[in-house]
T-cell receptor
Framework: DAMVIQNPRYQVTQFGKPVTLSCSQTLNHNVMYWYQQKSSQAPKLLFHYYDKDFNNEADTPDNFQSRRPNTSFCFLDIRSPGLGDAAMYLC????????????FGPGTRLTVL | DQQVKQNSPSLSVQEGRISILNCDYTNSMFDYFLWYKKYPAEGPTFLISISSIKDKNEDGRFTVFLNKSAKHLSLHIVPSQPGDSAVYFCAASRSLTLNAGNNRKLIWGLGTSLAVNP
């Protein structure tokens, strides 16, 4: 089945220790998104790639970086995680067409100790 | 400024009855609306959508109604089932550029937690 896969599902890191979350997709979609979601809040868009074009949200901290080496994979790098970065990180894909229906992965729950 | 608002944080409904989840928006430029369902510890799952040129879209037990003049949409679930218990997010989008393959962002509401009681 075509899908969006996120690894790991649960990640524990230490304060200030870099961490990388990964996302892969078999949908062959043009667009890949990274969202941060904290409890009882809406998903917050961090950035997205349209093919190789990177689009950063204005309020995304510099601590968050992303890489998309090919169509299938996208990575979220948190250079120096703080306690406030503990959250669910969601990867999503879309075809980038007008409807913009986005398909989400299961998410990675990040804990910062 | 919350452009997409779901004013009811939670809703409780009896199994077999209708669930009505509401969503209001402020930006008249939105031209596409989506509903997502989210279970705990999972990513959101697309449920149903509607274009601004329509006022109703139906898919099985799920119907979305759009009232453009009131900038209001609602999701109806009939009949409600215990498995429908989840958080429901309303999202809206509009094109950001006029180029082909333009990028679109989803603007999300805060969600409504639906509990369907057996």
């Amino acid at each position: 089945d075509a899908m969006v896969i996120q690894n790991p599902r649960y990640q524990v890191t230490q304060f200030g220790k870099p961490v990388t979350l990964s996302c892969s997709q078999t949908l062959n979609h043009n667009v890949m998104y990274w969202y941060q979601q904290k409890s009882s809040q809406a998903p917050k868009l961090l950035f997205h790639y349209y093919d190789k074009d990177f689009n950063n949200e204005a309020d995304t901290p510099d601590n968050f970086q992303s890489r998309r080496p090919n169509t299938s994979f996208c990575f979220l790098d948190i250079r120096s995680p703080g306690l406030g970065d503990a959250a669910m990180y969601l990867c999503a894909t879309s075809t980038g067409t007008r409807t913009n229906e986005q398909f989400f992965g299961p998410g990675t729950r990040l804990t910062v100790l | 400024d919350q452009q997409v608002k779901q004013n009811s944080p939670s809703l409780s409904v009896q199994e077999g009855r209708i669930s009505i989840l509401n969503c209001d928006y402020t930006n008249s430029m939105f031209d596409y609306f989506l509903w997502y369902k989210k279970y705990p510890a999972e990513g959101p799952t697309f449920l149903i959508s509607i274009s601004s040129i329509k006022d109703k879209n139906e898919d099985g037990r799920f119907t979305v109604f759009l009232n453009k003049s009131a900038k209001h949409l609602s999701l109806h679930i009939v009949p409600s089932q215990p498995g429908d218990s989840a958080v429901y997010f309303c999202a809206a989008s509009r094109s950001l550029t006029l180029n082909a393959g333009n990028n679109r962002k989803l603007i999300w509401g805060l969600g409504t937690s639906l509990a369907v009681n057996p």
